[in-house]
C-alpha cells in the first residue's frame, strides 16, 4: 500500500527566506505527483504536477523535484511571503493515474 | 466560469438520516472523484467516476454510494449517516481518468452527524 510522508509537518520563516518542503512515497510505481496548496478552511489549489518521467517542474517561485528512485520531492519556495502562509500537501498518482493518494501536509507560516 | 461548485457548504446532520452531497462542474471533465479529509488522515479516496455512466470505489467506500448520470454531476450520498462520518468531504475532476491529468478541487462540504 502506498504511503506519503511529509515532513516537517509544521514550518514557520521569515520573509524572504528560501525554503523546502519535502515529500517522501514508499512505493516508486507512480504515474505521476502533484503538489497542492490549501488554505484554511478552503479547497485545494493545485501548484505543479510532476510526471514519472520528470525531474522537476518550475512555475514562478515554485520549483518542484522528483527522485522516483527514491521515493522523494521536494517543493522549493524562493523568497517567501506572507500569502504563501497555508498548509501544502503532495499527492502521488497511482492505479493507472487517477487514484491520488496524499500526504498529511505541511503548514506553512510565513512572518513578517 | 466556476469550475467545481459543491453543496451544501456545511451540514449538521442526525445520525440514521440520509444525506447527498452535490457537486457539478462545467469543465466538462470526464473523471470525477470525491475525498474526505480528516485531521491526522490527509484526504482519501471515497469513490471515483472514470466517464459518465461508470464508478469505482476507492480506499474508503463503504458507508457512501455515487451515481454518475451525466457529464457534470457526481454527487455523493451518505444511506444512514454515522458519527465517524464527520468529515470535510471534497469533489475533484480531471480532464480525463488516469496519466497524467491534474484533478481539480471544489471548496468542500463540512459535514458533522451528531
Known amino acids: 500500500k502506498q504511503e506519503v510522508t511529509q515532513i516537517p509537518a509544521a514550518l514557520s520563516v521569515p520573509e524572504g527566506e528560501n525554503l523546502v518542503l519535502n515529500c517522501s512515497f514508499t512505493?516508486?510505481?507512480?504515474?505521476?505527483l502533484q503538489w497542492f496548496r490549501q488554505d484554511p478552511g478552503k479547497g485545494l489549489t493545485s501548484l505543479l504536477l510532476?510526471?514519472?518521467?520528470?525531474r522537476e517542474q518550475t512555475s514562478g517561485r515554485l520549483n518542484a523535484s522528483l527522485d522516483k528512485s527514491s521515493g522523494r520531492s521536494t517543493l522549493y519556495i524562493a523568497a517567501s511571503q506572507p500569502g504563501d502562509s497555508a498548509t501544502y500537501l503532495c499527492a502521488v498518482a497511482t492505479g493507472g493515474g487517477n487514484k491520488l493518494t496524499f500526504g498529511t501536509g505541511t503548514q506553512l507560516k510565513v512572518e513578517l | 466560469i466556476a469550475g467545481i461548485t459543491q453543496a451544501p457548504t456545511s451540514q449538521i446532520l442526525a445520525a440514521g438520516r440520509r444525506m447527498t452531497l452535490r457537486c457539478t462542474q462545467d469543465m466538462r471533465h470526464n473523471a470525477m472523484y470525491w475525498y474526505r479529509q480528516d485531521l491526522g488522515l490527509g484526504l482519501r479516496l471515497i469513490h471515483y467516476?472514470?466517464?459518465?455512466?461508470?464508478?469505482g470505489k476507492g480506499e474508503v467506500p463503504d458507508g457512501y454510494s455515487v451515481s454518475r448520470a451525466n457529464t457534470d454531476d457526481f454527487p455523493l450520498t451518505l444511506a444512514s449517516a454515522v458519527p465517524s462520518q464527520t468529515s470535510v468531504y471534497f469533489c475533484?475532476?480531471?480532464?480525463?481518468?488516469?496519466?497524467?491529468?491534474?484533478?481539480?478541487f471544489g471548496p468542500g462540504t463540512r459535514l458533522t452527524v451528531l
Open positions: 510532476i510526471q514519472s518521467s520528470q
Open positions: 467516476s472514470n466517464t459518465a455512466g461508470t464508478t
Open positions: 475533484a475532476s480531471s480532464a480525463v481518468a488516469g496519466g497524467n491529468n491534474e484533478q481539480f
Open positions: 512505493d516508486s510505481a507512480i504515474y505521476n
